[in-house]
């Protein structure tokens, strides 16, 4: 990496000999002859150190800095000074300035102080990225899956989460469309301030209007103070709208005219109010079957959906099971106080088998069910909910001893196609091999 350094010296002959003496260690330059053209030029971005004299007409080197530190904590600033100002460079130091120099510049001194920076600074960065990444990793812990669906997911939300843009989840019930949603408030500029969430469906239709815009005293009966609604609440952070589609279409209208104007009114209320805020919702509906009914509007839909991030349901990600059961066992082993060491074939068996319409959420539910009804440290299909013990007598790959590995490799191939219902792309997918290698292998199993 080639470092660029921002030289200020209202002195042609010392910010140019400066400048000369660092390109002369591998830097790369630019310089400023005052301080409010240093600023400008700071302001394009790309600097990655500044060296400034303290005192020059317009901008002093202090100001300068202070107004660096503020755009960018910890960028380093090195400020050059005569010896009749020494008190004020220290002044600078405490303020944030990374050191200073008396002129005449000792090169040999400088050259160490800049290396000494950069390396400073190259270090912070790393740590923060390795602190960034593992808050990336810490947020998707509640959302496990190897499988390329929700990579995919885990894609959209890593790219759209430092964005304003409103975004449109969906998904069945029971896939974690909330989780998606807390992730994407974690990893925005907005993680310091609130994330507030309503479930519209659980809200009374004559209510939901106070609920989300708030009331004055007296606006209806039952109004006997000044309520704040969600979206004061949620102001400069996240408000996600869980079931957006169950709201009225009343309502829709003074969403839609929120999301464009960004102001609305309490109810009974004359007093505009601005708002700041991130709008996440959330639907297991067909949003465009619903426009088709004329049961939703379409202009909000499309500013809804700016971004669009389908949670798949768990029957097309099956190969995510196996560590989604494992994350669910350690959690309810340790709440329940018990020492489980997994489950055994024929209960792993029906649990791949059965396509949990609820989703995570069911798959959940019955982990913790079976955990808290096993008497063994092995859980069997003795201990599970009925609805899932029902598949466990399918979904087996019957291998006799003797069998050697070209043979066990056409079965598992045969069975898995057969138990994936003749979908090729699948059957690659759960067998780890790519659809090409599969084409090859039934081919040759064939002849």
Not at 260 to 277: L, P, W
Not at 391 to 405: D, Q, Y
């Amino acid at each position: 990496m080639k470092f660029r350094l921002l030289i200020i010296d209202d002195e042609k002959n010392i910010r140019e000999g400066l400048a000369a003496a660092l390109q002369m260690d591998g830097y790369e330059t630019v310089t400023a002859a005052d301080g409010n053209e240093g600023l400008q030029r700071f302001a394009k971005g790309d600097i990655d150190l500044v060296i400034s004299d303290l005192r020059m007409p317009g901008i002093n080197g202090d100001e300068l800095q202070q107004k660096i530190n503020e755009e960018y904590p910890g960028l380093p600033v090195i400020i050059l000074t005569g010896h009749g100002t020494v008190e004020n460079a220290v002044k600078s130091m405490r303020n944030g300035a990374y050191n200073f120099l008396t002129k005449p510049v000792n090169l040999d001194h400088l050259s160490m102080l800049v290396r000494r920076a950069l390396d400073n600074r190259e270090l912070t960065l790393k740590h923060k990225n390795l602190v960034d990444e593992l808050a990336k990793q810490n947020h998707f812990k509640t959302m496990t899956g190897s499988s390329s669906a929700m990579q995919q997911v885990f894609d959209t939300i890593n790219r759209a989460a430092s964005s304003k843009a409103s975004i449109l989840i969906t998904g069945e019930s029971g896939v974690g469309k909330e989780l998606v949603a807390n992730a994407l408030h974690e990893l925005s500029p907005r993680k310091d301030k609130p994330i507030v969430k309503v479930h519209c469906a659980a809200i009374p239709a004559s209510l939901i209007e106070s609920e989300l815009f708030g009331h004055e005293k007296g606006a209806f009966t039952g109004a006997v103070s000044r309520r704040r609604g969600r979206f004061e609440l949620a102001n400069e952070g996240t408000l996600f709208l869980d079931e957006i589609g169950e709201i009225g279409q009343d309502i829709q209208i003074k969403l839609l005219r929120v999301l464009q104007e960004k102001k609305f009114e309490r109810v009974g209320g004359e007093e505009t109010i601005e708002t700041d805020v991130r709008i996440i919702t959330a639907t297991n509906k067909d949003l465009k079957a619903e426009i088709d009914k004329g049961l939703f509007r379409e202009d909000l839909y499309f500013r809804l959906n700016v971004v669009h991030i389908q949670v798949p349901p768990l029957r097309d990600r099956k190969e995510d099971i196996p560590i989604l059961i494992s994350t669910f066992l350690r959690e309810f082993s340790r709440e329940n106080g018990k020492q489980i060491d997994g489950f055994d074939e024929k209960a792993r068996s029906a649990m791949y088998r059965y396509d949990w319409p609820g989703n995570v959420r069911e798959l959940r539910n019955c982990v913790e069910s079976a955990v808290v009804m096993t008497k063994e440290n092995i859980i069997t299909e003795a201990d599970l909910p009925p609805t899932v013990k029902a598949h466990s007598e399918e979904g087996w790959i019957r291998i006799p001893l003797g069998t050697n590995m070209d043979q066990s490799e056409q079965i598992i191939i045969r069975d898995t196609l057969s138990f994936l219902k003749g979908n090729k792309s699948k059957t690659a997918e759960v067998l780890g091999i790519g659809r090409k290698t599969l084409h090859r292998k039934l081919a040759e199993n064939e002849e």
